[in-house]
């Protein structure tokens, strides 16, 4: 007998699309194949009467020991999907879902914070291509601990360990980090595919160069590299530094340089000049002149000086030498017994010794640099002359025609060689004896006159 089953409405959800189909059978499948929606084997099919629902299974890209295992599944967590591939993972191994670290027991329905979906960006991994997936996956990495190399200030250690990020692998070496220290790769970036990490320490250095005080902060390794780095006044080769330039830097460490420089100086010393005596038929007996007058000379020495920081610390003689050398004084003495005499001006018969031909000016106390006083602190006045001590000495007397008797008792700047100065009483005017070529007459004592001018 053919009984025939009513006709009832079923709703079929998949793939986010509801299809309403009529069916006689109470079997899901049926409303399934009615609605022409395909079911895979890893697919799971939920009767709910009226309602049939078809959750796919979800296509999740396991990449472990560098092979990469697709599965397809319906687990909820990450454990049940290493679970369901048959893949281990032991305590010290770190899991990335999407290239977020997580734990085993983290939902796959929830992705992870800071997670870019679907998406891994490893730095020592690359998953392959997932172009021929209909539906973009999943991806869970598991990886097992890994030699990383950590340099700190140029010493190294190795270390185990499946973390992917700078800051985790170095909280699972116990290392901690300053907020100064410089990181490659940085605090939170991914460690790259060399598997190093390189610390450098900021270090306080104090640099004392020829004695002042530099306070500098570096990140360099050694007392070379620091001198390399900074701007201080020092001579490669020349200058001692403490400690040596191969020191490796620490922390608080003064390094100090001495400046050793080398130079080359002149010392001049005076030479004085030796006085002979000789006898001159032309003068005079009793008469004294100076013939020649002495001049010192120089003794030039040459050192080459080793300093350091300013202070002399050797001393060698390289060379000496004379320039100008000395010249004696010759001091005429006359042995000339004739007498000579001369009239004067004023009908006085007086002797005289020498006869010199200069060049005669006048001053008084108004002149630039005058004083009404001497060099040999007498009174300016008539018969005061100025002269050159190397060609008259002080004290000599003379006879000026023109001008009249006088004795040498001051000098002046301008005074040099056969010049002379005739001297006038405060403000008196001498300007009607101007300048002039003149032959004057050196006396062997001075007459009681020699002030007056009646």
Sequence with gaps: MFVAFPLRS?????????????????????????????????????DEGDLVRVERARRVLVQVDGAE??????????????????IEFGPRDTVLYDGVPVGTHSSLEEAPAGAAPNVVTLGRFTPASTAELPDPPAFISVRRPELVTISIDGVERSVESSRVRTDEVLAEAGIALAESDFI???????????????????????????????????????VADLLADVDVDYREGEDLITPGRDEELR????????????????????????????????????????????????????YSLDTRDGSVTARELVREWIEPAPQDEIIALGTDARVRTLRTEESLVVPYVDVLNVWATWYNSTCEGCTETTFTNTPL?????????????????????GYGFGRAEDIGGAIQGNRIDLGFPGTADGSWWGARDVEIYILPSCPEQIYDRG
Excluded at 24 to 38: K, N, P
Excluded at 215 to 222: C, E, K
Excluded at 263 to 276: C, H, K, L, S
């Design 251 to 302: 922390d608080g460490m003064t390094v100090a340089i001495t400046q050793v420089r080398g130079e080359t100086v002149v010392i001049d010393e005076a030479i004085p000049y030796e006085t002979q005596y000789r006898e001159d038929p032309d003068l005079p007996v009793g008469a004294v002149r100076v013939a020649q007058p002495g001049r010192a000379g120089l003794l030039h020495r040459e």
């Design 381 to 401: 006045r008539y018969g005061v002359i100025a002269v050159d001590p190397d060609v008259i000495p002080l004290g000599t007397c003379l006879y000026v025609p």
């Design 10 to 46: 079923v709703t079929i959800d998949a793939d986010g699309r509801l299809v309403e189909v009529r069916v006689r059978s109470d079997a899901a499948d049926s409303a399934i194949s009615r609605a022409a929606v395909a079911v895979r084997p890893e697919d799971r099919v939920v």
């Design 184 to 222: 490659n790769p940085e605090r939170q970036a991914l460690v790259g595919s060399d598997n190093l990490i390189t610390i450098l320490r900021e270090k306080t250095i104090y640099i004392v160069v020829g004695g002042e005080l530099t306070i500098v902060r570096t990140y360099q390794r050694s």
């Design 69 to 86: 295992v697709p599965v397809d599944t319906q687990a909820e967590t990450v454990a049940e999907v290493l679970d369901q591939a048959g």
